[in-house]
């Protein structure tokens, strides 16, 4: 349940963005963000809000670990 | 370093401390991650890891879900929850089985969802089970924090957040836990930090490494832990600094004390915490559904965990789930006797699946 998953900001407006995980598109608020992030920064997210900016190599190491946890946890909500 | 490396270095270590070493993971995607990544497989004998209480799922009282499941059988209540409380057991039943009956129970992944459904549904009150430790508790919020702003005045929360700090200084003044070192959740301390941990360093002489979640980070945790130990050091260190900093994300820490004050929460299998959990400050309690309707259940306080159910000593570390007599006979994630079996990031779901590999 406290799992926070790293995802690409594609758009933003004012205090809320859209970001792309794995392909899926959620729009997510920026509100607890305690810095400017600009387009393509990876967030992390959880709940529906962004916790943390992650740089890209981390983002990317942690997203392909993340995958597999979703494909074997199969009703876990994330 | 790379993992085979880390290896190695782990193994000299150990001989330098000539004793067995017992490590807490307190965080349940940690016992997870431990499981996939065949750790234990990977180190040798004398270090053993123990799972801690840190699921939230699984800590959240059998009260709690009673009220829960009596706020959902309001007929003008849309209650909403993440899906990992569905199952969750309260004395007879669960939410999941309060929802078939026909009560209004909707699965959220964000509680942002919960507030346009409230906003779409002026005619009822939306109630969020608020569940989760202090990744969560900032979302939710930021959420009130919306719901003020956008003026929609039908939403509400019933607050069953946990803490982690306080819960780890109960295991440890209780005396009963033997353990030589933390491996503290990552993504908890995304939100608050290296320094509400310092106690354990100060009060109790424990080292401790706030640590991510892929295999070479979770092995270099064990190595800087090992480190301190062979060392004589206690410290709080972060292994996880990607995303970890010293003073976590004040932002969000600053939102969550805005809106929630600690109180007094009973951890399921565990017992009452002082200052463990969150209830909302006076001035939003007219957001907090306790006090805008009379919940009623016949429930008298207590532990109320099923009978054979050893939830309580695992969450504590004092027994892994194969000890536990009902494990995978009476008791597998299809029908689950106890908490620990139901969320997949509890320790008797990860024993059960992974194969049980002590
Ligand atoms: S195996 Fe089931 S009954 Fe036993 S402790 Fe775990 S959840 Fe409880």
Not at chain 2, 81 to 101: C, H, Q, W, Y
Not at chain 2, 150 to 174: E, M, R
Request: glycine letters at 8%; hydrophobic letters at 40%.
């Amino acid at each position: 349940m406290c799992l926070a998953i790293p995802s690409r900001v594609i758009r933003i407006q004012d205090m809320n963005a859209t970001v792309d995980v794995y392909g899926a598109r959620r729009d997510i608020s920026l509100l607890l963000l305690p810095e400017e992030v600009a387009l393509g920064d990876f967030v992390l997210v959880h709940a529906g809000f962004a916790i943390q900016k992650v740089d890209n190599d981390a983002a990317h190491e942690a997203l392909k670990y993340i995958k597999q946890i979703i494909e074997e946890t199969e009703e876990d909500e994330l | 370093m790379e993992g085979v490396i880390i290896i190695e270095n782990i193994k000299k270590l150990l001989d330098s401390i000539k004793r067995p070493v017992r490590l807490m993971e307190v965080c349940g995607t940690h016992t997870v991650a431990i499981f996939r990544h065949g750790i234990r497989k990977l180190l040798p004998e004398k270090i053993l890891l123990i799972s801690g209480p840190g699921c939230p799922v699984c800590v959240t009282s059998v009260e709690d879900v009673e009220k829960a499941m009596a706020i959902a059988r309001n007929e003008d209540i849309i209650f909403t929850t993440f899906g990992d409380m569905m199952r969750v057991p309260g004395i007879e039943k669960n939410l999941s089985e309060v929802r078939a009956e026909g009560a209004d129970v909707r699965v959220v992944y964000s509680p942002m969802d919960a507030l346009r459904i409230a906003s779409d549904n002026k005619d009822k009150k939306v109630v969020f089970f608020a569940t989760g430790f202090e990744t969560t508790s900032p979302s939710v919020a930021g959420t009130l924090f919306e719901a003020d702003k956008l003026k929609i005045d039908n939403f509400y929360i019933y607050s069953a957040h946990k803490l982690v700090p306080p819960a780890l200084d109960a295991l440890l003044g209780s005396g009963e836990v033997n353990v030589d070192g933390f491996i503290l959740p990552g993504h908890v301390s995304t939100i608050i930090g290296s320094r509400p941990y310092e106690f354990i360093a100060e009060k109790y002489r424990k080292p401790s490494v706030i640590t991510g979640f892929d295999a070479e980070d979770i092995l270099q945790g064990i190595y800087m832990l090992l480190e301190q130990i062979a060392s004589n050091r206690a410290e709080v260190e972060i292994q996880y600094k990607k995303v970890v900093r010293e003073e976590g994300n004040p932002k969000a820490v600053e939102l969550m004390n805005e809106y929630f004050e600690p109180s007094d929460a009973y951890w399921r299998g565990i017992g009452t915490i002082p200052l463990s959990g969150l209830k909302l400050r006076e001035k939003f309690r007219h957001r907090d559904i306790s006090s805008a309707i009379k919940i009623n259940i016949s429930f008298a306080f207590g532990p109320q965990e099923p009978q054979g159910c050893s939830c309580g000593e695992i969450l504590r570390g004092l027994k892994t789930p194969d000890q536990c007599p009902l494990f995978g006979c009476a008791c597998t994630p299809e029908s689950p006797v106890g908490a620990c079996m139901v969320s997949t990031e509890g320790s008797c779901a990860a024993y059960y699946k992974y194969g049980g590999f002590i």
